[in-house]
């Protein structure tokens, strides 16, 4: 593995798990490992989870973290092949992203869709630029497409709860006022593909994420009929994928409730909008899972920085 | 002491003066006590001092600093118990305060008052609901009603300048453009009470702050009467706090002089804007303590953070 | 040398270059050096490398960097002697810089020109007040009349380049849309004045830099006769110094093409816009050296900040 940007870069996601259960018992095992090593977090977007444990991950590593914002402390990139670049961008991307490889050993990009051009989003033109043109490895903070970070993070939490050996574990989608993108939902559905459960998707019709994802995952447009049996309940809002990047309806039937719920455990990336994804009852339930997610965000970043480190020694 | 979030969480304020002296003395000699813990420095305003000591404090203690300018790095955040979140705000207190503190062993807070709910800023509602949801310390950078690392300091300054053993020290309000908050003036009300001085506060009728604050500590509405034999005066405006929030009057007859100074050392918290609060004169003479308070808050920060990780070993 | 503020602060450029190039064969040589020492990056303006490459100079050198956008993350500064400040600045320089030397070891400032204010911007008066009210070294990371960090790293990235004893320097104006600094190429021409090389400048009619900068080097309005024979063509844009900061003219038979440059190598400073400076098959091709600047300006910071050090120690 060179870079991380999708969960398609886990080749073992079993084997993945145990070792980041592993440094999560021991988090400073490592502190030699990224000596002297830079990364660079280079955000498009705000964040709050991904920038702090992204850093707290490194720094576990022993790495030294330098934090953009890259709209504001920087320059407008450019991303387009051949432009005359006499708008508002001032700077290349070819650029950019060579001149940040050689001063950080990786470089680590936040950059989230349009929502309104479903072909330049689903061409990850950000994350491939960098890809293309640093000569250092990349990590995915959250693309247009995909979340890996918090994908393996799922799959982590998911394993240390369980306590069947094939859970059932369903994707809900729940409703928000905006139009929010498919990367967590996405990254999420190609993680439990890759893990040994039972996974099906609920959402509204005219939710349905892209068939390219979900495949062969069972996707049910009754939310109460997917809850059944439910172990654990992975909530997430997206904007529909067929009609582009439109909210369709903030139908609050399908806001997770505890009597919803039942006995199941209940999941979400946060942030968290209360009382309009899911009910305040749930969050401050046992049944949330929500803050350990949060917390395993640190060693799943830690697992992709180690093994990015120990494959470029 | 768990969390540090008022001049009332210092037990015993002459003890931890002569520890921050001492500490000043040789800076580095605890650099072991925090190595390979995290700080995070939570920012809802604008901060220089603030910003740059307690990141020189908890380096001097071997600790990670981490900053975060939550409103533009990160999600605005909802407050509000029981709230049906489909407004501005993104994230709740309850999981961003439980959440970061999976992240950082230290949570420093900075969070301004409204100005113009008196209620909401005297229920310390962001720094109370910090302490409430995480799981770690809470320090306050500075709060809505009060600043007690500045406080702190300055019974430091005090401490390292007085040449009598019972000093007259003088908190007189002075006149500014723009409605300030109290938290300053509180906090060095509190800790001057807690000190062995003779203490007074000068300022304009309708500008009293609050009586829980100020309790027996005489108010002066007559400067001149004020000044008279005082060694220290603390300087700072403050917007009215039984109108709440309002500039009643930008009196420049209340402006600190060198004539009105006489023998007495200056002293402001900064930033400070000359020739309205205070003349030229006075800062540029050797009558100014104020840059030496400003070094002062690297070493009351690091008391105070140096007391929590031994208290939390 | 104290402070860092200007080509002219260099004693002697070939014994630097020298210097440089040995850091960068061992850059972790010297990391005791600044072993608990911080420095603070203060940015009134965008950077990407220089914001980058000096963190990395500093972590190489063992120091803590500390990094503020002054504007959005403290106070407006005010700069003036004797203002009254009710307006819009809340701090003045003299007390910021001076607090500010009491947490950093050494502070780095970046202030671009008004580009108004001819007489304002040639007394560097955001510097100048820095180096005079600080009780630390100042670097400049980009005043409004130089870039000495660049300079260094110019110097430094043609010495490695050069095939001949005295190789041709051509220093071009290009065209932009937008009124740019003349800071760049006023520390090039400085530069270059100290090397051993031969050294033109070719501008359009109205775009003569500041006389008192260019001194007896020759300025050639007709790009192609400058060009002729050039081992290295260093490309900026700079707005008019005459009709001061004004955009006389885009003439885009002025970029640089692949056809013009020849033989010879390209250089800039970055970031640069493409087909507008210059076209894509110059940056895309081998005669392009501005990914190899960009990575010394890592090493011309590590020396700057490393000579400060020793001197200081």
């Not at 259960?21 to 988090?27: E, M, N, R, V, Y």
């Not at 439990?192 to 939710?207: C, L, R, S």
Request: aromatic share 8%.
């Amino acid at each position: 593995m060179k870079h991380y940007t999708s969960i398609h870069d886990i080749d073992n996601i079993k084997a993945w798990v145990e070792d980041a259960k592993a440094l999560k018992q021991d988090p400073l095992k490592h502190i030699e490992l990224g000596k002297n090593k830079t990364i660079g977090l280079l955000f498009f977007n705000s964040s709050l989870r991904t920038r702090l444990s992204t850093q707290k991950a490194a720094l576990n590593l022993g790495m030294n973290p330098i934090v953009m914002n890259v709209s504001g402390d920087a320059w407008g990139i450019e991303f387009g092949d051949g432009t005359v670049m006499n708008g508002n961008t001032a700077e290349h991307i070819k650029e950019a992203s060579a001149v940040v490889s050689q001063y950080c050993d990786i470089i680590a990009v936040r950059a989230f869709p349009t929502l309104t051009d479903k072909v330049k989003d689903e061409s990850e033109h950000v994350m491939n630029s960098f890809k293309k043109y640093a000569s250092v490895p990349i990590v995915s903070m959250e693309s247009a497409t995909g979340h890996p970070l918090q994908g393996l993070t799922d799959a982590i939490t998911i394993a240390e709860h369980t306590k069947v050996t094939k859970p059932k574990v369903v994707l809900s989608w729940a409703p928000h006022i905006k139009a929010l993108p498919h990367a967590v939902a996405n990254s999420f559905v190609q993680a439990m593909q890759k893990m040994d459960v039972e996974f099906v998707i609920a959402n509204p019709e005219g939710y349905n994420l892209s068939p390219e994802i979900t495949g062969d995952t069972p996707i049910i447009h009754n939310q109460e009929e997917a809850f059944a049996n439910a172990d654990f309940v992975y909530t997430k809002n997206w904007s529909s994928y067929n009609d582009y990047g439109k909210v369709l309806n903030t139908d609050s039937s399908w806001t997770i409730t505890k009597d919803k719920l039942g006995e199941a455990k209940f999941m979400h990336c946060l942030p968290v909008r209360r009382n309009v994804v899911v009910e305040d009852a749930v969050l401050d339930s046992d049944s949330s899972l929500v803050i350990e997610q949060a917390n395993n965000r640190t060693f799943a970043a830690q697992l992709v920085l180690k093994k990015i480190l120990e494959n470029n020694k």
